[in-house]
């Protein structure tokens, strides 16, 4: 019996995730409900069940912690709005479903708007490399955001797809950021009615 035990706990080693993958989970799920700041490197320790000297050796330090699990959140959303525009014909469609990858999201996290706003808002004034890091990485997501809703312009053949471009980026910020304000999701329904008045009107 002791040794059937012992090979259902080994497999349970086995089968759970890494410490790395751990750590990831845990910062992902306090950042996101509580913040970034707020949460100490011995809470982030506890909730992902791994030894400090694990994080330092992964990681360095809390802030490249945080680089990392902005930089996961942006592989997420990629995925996400690839999955969803996957069939689609239209640039228009594409576009309009950066809305409804927010609409789909906001309800499940509680209405907490954009991590990558939130993270930007804790770190208002970087003043170490790695804060400024954290800045870089929400600014090359939003980078990716600009540059594909441009893309999707021109292939529209709008005119002025830099000026739309940047127009829907002033929409989809005001309507993560009403939606957490409000907790509902009326503002970013709001913002997606304008995103597509604007691109089904007129070149």
């Known amino acids: 019996m002791r040794g059937g035990r012992g090979s259902r706990g080994?497999?349970?080693r086995r089968n759970r995730p890494s410490p790395r993958e751990r750590l990831l989970a845990g910062a992902t799920e306090l950042f996101t409900t509580e913040g970034i700041r707020v949460i100490g490197i011995d809470r982030i320790l506890r909730e992902a069940d791994v030894a400090k000297a694990s994080l330092y050796s992964l990681f360095g330090?809390?802030?490249?912690?945080?680089?990392?699990?902005l930089e996961r959140l942006d592989e997420m959303w990629r995925a996400n709005w690839d999955a969803r525009v996957d069939g689609m014909d239209t640039p228009e469609e594409k576009i309009l479903a950066f809305f409804d990858v927010c609409i789909a999201e906001q309800p499940q996290i509680g209405f907490r708007g954009s991590h990558f706003q939130n993270a930007a808002g804790e770190y208002p004034r970087p003043e170490t490399d790695s804060e400024r890091e954290i800045r870089a990485?929400?600014?090359?997501?939003?980078?990716?955001?600009?540059?594909t809703l441009r893309g999707l312009l021109v292939e529209r053949e709008c005119g002025q797809a830099s000026l739309h471009a940047n127009m829907l980026m002033v929409f989809l910020d005001g309507g993560l950021a009403g939606a957490k304000m409000a907790g509902n999701l009326t503002p970013l329904q709001t913002a997606r009615d304008l995103a597509r008045d604007l691109v089904y009107s007129d070149h």
């Open 10 to 12: 080994g497999a349970g």
């Open 137 to 147: 990485t929400v600014a090359r997501h939003r980078e990716w955001v600009w540059e």
């Open 61 to 69: 330090s809390k802030d490249n912690l945080v680089i990392a699990y």
